[in-house]
């Protein structure tokens, strides 16, 4: 069973992936984490994101298990992961590494911005994750000052606008909702109201375990 999770920044769409794959036993794979590891390389080589040779030898030389988890959660590195998001070349190292996680026969959940669109268009089961703006700006404001990172409410928020308008307006692999993904909007839900949901909508679509 594939189950695909897609949603815009901060939305709760990893915790949704990481509850499903506890509760179903699948694996899992984030796929926002690839596209930060290539940015936050492309900024530790003192590259621009937008630099195409740059971004694209970085994506070719990802390591998959080498990935720094900490450092990659930084701002900078998300606002680096919408910039070489955008360049097709580097989507198609990352695709390739994507499809063959997908290609497990054990299934997987794999969450990210295309994963029911482009990368498992025939997932079992497609959710897609949102909240309000908001809300999406309060939880990515806590995980940052945990951080200890300093950035105001309105700076982040203006971001986070910023990386919405551009992974949805981009041309290849654009974040929208697949036809047949389930909506769930966490807004008003606590991490397990969300994760409840996200059990009944798969259970409604493959029918309960056991
Ligand atoms: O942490 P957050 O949910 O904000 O983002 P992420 O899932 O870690 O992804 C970081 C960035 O990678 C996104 O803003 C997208 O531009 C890009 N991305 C993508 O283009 N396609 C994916 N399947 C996953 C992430």
Redesign the pocket.
């Known amino acids: 069973m594939i189950i695909a999770v897609d949603g815009p ?2 939305s709760g769409k ?1 915790t949704v992936a990481k509850n499903l794959a506890e509760h179903y036993g699948l694996k899992r794979l984030d ?3 690839l ?2 590891a290539v940015g936050l390389a492309v900024l530790d080589a003192g590259d621009e994101p937008s630099d195409v040779g740059a971004a694209l030898a970085a994506a070719e030389a990802l390591d998959l298990g080498a990935i720094d988890e900490r450092r990659i959660r930084s701002s900078a590195a ?1 606002l680096a ?2 910039k070489v ?1 955008v360049i097709p070349e580097v989507r198609e190292v990352l695709r390739r590494a994507q499809k063959t996680f997908a290609a497990d026969p054990k299934g997987a959940v794999l969450d ?4 029911g669109t482009v990368i498992c268009p025939d997932a079992e089961v497609k959710l897609f994750v949102t909240a309000s703006l908001d809300e999406r700006t309060r939880r990515r404001l806590a995980e940052l000052h945990a951080r200890g990172e300093q950035i105001t409410f309105e700076e982040l928020q203006a971001q986070i606008a910023e ?1 919405d308008a ?2 949805m307006t981009r041309k290849d692999s654009p974040l929208y909702q697949a036809a047949d993904a389930h909506l769930l909007d966490t807004t008003a839900l606590s991490i397990e109201a969300a994760a409840q949901a996200a059990y009944a909508i798969v259970d409604g679509v493959i029918g309960p375990r056991g």
């Open positions: 920044t901060a990893g796929t926002g984490s596209y930060r998300g992961a919408s998001a990210g911005r295309d994963i990386r551009r992974d």
